[in-house]
């Protein structure tokens, strides 16, 4: 076996994924069919709890010096209301990065750590047996491992090729977006979107850059996405919208999106995994994709580690579908609310002013805003109190911050009580006795996602604990 794990696809996901793996030593391999990084741009906006998750693993800066911080409000079908006060977050806003910069920063991360990266390597066919997986590629070449991840995009391979249902719903709506030089002058631009917007939230034409404006319409109807638009489609649908084409001319680059909407069956068949946009896709509506395939990845991470090193419990794999299938299903169902939301007809237009009133209530708007970010989630572990399951904030310590304490990504067991110990999983948990630390509990069991996994104070319940997610000691 040369490989421990082959990730099919070097996305977000597929990069994020790379990184959590080599920081348990997996041997990985990230297989990605481009040579170059995509002609379009999407600017992205990272929500709290990816950017949390970045300042985890100590890549935050690096992401802060390309990408630009704005406030956490406007999230939710982009209604217009600020974000809640006193937010639970050392990180509460929005960063804006454009996708090919954010893939560019976690892939240098995951070489850095040691993962190989080939480029203009197409995944085409693979078999697994009791042993591994054997992974076809575009030439011919066969490649063997442990385990395959699919982080191969929307039109997943690897999805496909598993047999694994995609329920959902198909495109109904696209929309065409570019960059572009427009020869209309920038005041009657600006008075005719601000018209437009107020009835059709899929409509803008924004500068972006000296000269050059990101265009955004709706389109004449559904087609083949793999074929690009023209700039001609632009034309004929800006006038169609707007009653002028704006002048455009030059265009940068020209891309298409949909809302279709699905959600992968199962998450795991055997030795092959599925995550980002492979196992979820919906609307782009609140900016979510690219953050739930990241916390995929972050989720999924060490415990196909903990499985290839040989210390997994034998159902810890099995709770990452159990897991991020409910999380992806409840952002499919955002999203299918808020594309309601941006309906031009009167029922919705309706519900939209009636959901604006009421997210000037603290708790309404608190709860849309958590759920879009992510840092609302509570993974089921069973009866507890209220942070189990949930994610653990930045909090200070005696010895800096909570998240620098997580950077290699280990469990961590945080001990106000100064009498608990990790015993025979130090190897693989980390023991902090604080005292000064600002928690709600004794002491918290934290595991390498940064999610609580356990609270108490009793020896022999934290050890059953540690089983449970950690496997056996080692002594
Ligand atoms: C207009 C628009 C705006 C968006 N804005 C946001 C936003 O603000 N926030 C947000 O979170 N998300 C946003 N998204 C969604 C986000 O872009 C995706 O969810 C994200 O790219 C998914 O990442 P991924 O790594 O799972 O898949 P991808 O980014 O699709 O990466 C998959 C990779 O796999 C490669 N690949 C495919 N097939 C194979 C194969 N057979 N073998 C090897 N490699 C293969 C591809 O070349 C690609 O590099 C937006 C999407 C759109 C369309």
Not at 331 to 357: C, F, H, I, K, Y
Not at 411 to 429: A, I, N, P, Q, Y
Request: proline share 6%.
């Amino acid at each position: 076996m040369h490989f421990d794990v082959i990730i099919a696809g070097c996305g977000p996901t597929g990069a994020m994924l790379a990184a959590e793996l080599r920081l348990h030593d997996v041997r990985v391999l990230v297989l990605e069919k481009e040579t170059e990084p995509p002609s379009y741009v999407r600017i992205v906006g990272l929500h709290i709890r990816s950017i949390e998750l970045m300042a985890m693993r100590g890549l935050l800066e690096r992401i802060l010096e390309r990408g630009r911080r704005r406030p956490a409000g406007a999230y939710f079908a982009a209604i217009d209301k600020p974000a809640p006060e006193g937010l639970d977050s050392a990180y509460a806003y929005l960063l804006g990065i454009p996708q090919p910069v954010i893939v560019h920063l976690l892939e240098e991360h995951a070489v850095e750590l040691g993962a190989q990266i080939r480029h203009g390597c197409a995944v085409v066919g693979f078999a697994q047996d009791d042993d591994g997986v054997t992974v076809e590629l575009a030439d011919g070449e066969r490649l063997r491992s442990r385990y395959l991840v699919g982080c191969d995009g929307a039109r997943s391979t690897v999805r496909k090729l598993l047999g694994v249902g995609f329920p959902g719903e198909p495109s109904r709506n696209e929309t065409l977006m570019g960059e572009m030089a427009v020869g209309a002058p920038q005041d009657e631009i600006a008075a005719k979107v601000s018209e437009l917007r107020e009835t059709d939230r899929r409509f803008s034409l924004a500068p972006a850059g000296v000269g050059v404006y990101r265009v955004v319409v709706p389109a004449a109807g559904v087609s083949d996405r793999a074929a690009p638009p023209t700039l001609e489609d632009f034309r004929r649908q800006l006038s169609a919208v707007a009653g002028t084409d704006f002048g455009v001319h030059s265009p940068r680059w020209l891309s298409r999106f949909g809302d279709a909407t699905r959600l992968a069956e199962r998450y795991r068949v055997g030795r092959v995994l599925l995550a980002g946009d492979a196992a979820h896709i919906h609307p782009p509506i609140g900016g979510q994709g690219l953050n739930l395939g990241v916390q995929d990845a972050v989720n999924l991470g060490w415990k196909l580690a903990a499985q290839v090193r040989g210390w997994a419990p034998e159902t810890l794999l099995d709770t990452y579908h159990a897991e991020r299938h409910p999380v992806a299903e409840d952002v499919l169902d955002n999203t299918r609310a808020q594309m309601e939301l941006l309906s031009a007809e009167p029922g919705p237009r309706a519900v939209r002013r009636l959901l604006t009133e009421l997210m000037d209530f603290e708790e309404v708007n608190r709860h849309l805003l958590e759920k879009i970010t992510a840092i609302g989630i509570r993974y089921d572990f069973g009866a507890g109190p209220d942070l189990l399951g949930r994610r653990l904030p930045d909090i200070d310590l005696k010895e800096g911050r909570l998240y620098g304490l997580l950077r290699r990504g280990r469990g961590l067991l945080l001990d106000r009580t100064g009498r608990l110990t990790v015993g025979g999983w130090s190897d693989r948990v980390d023991h902090l006795a604080d005292p000064t630390a600002a928690l709600d509990a004794p002491c918290v069991l934290l595991r390498p996602d940064g999610h609580v996994a356990w609270i108490g104070d009793d020896q022999r319940d934290l050890d059953d604990h540690l089983s449970r997610w950690f496997g056996r000691p080692t002594t």
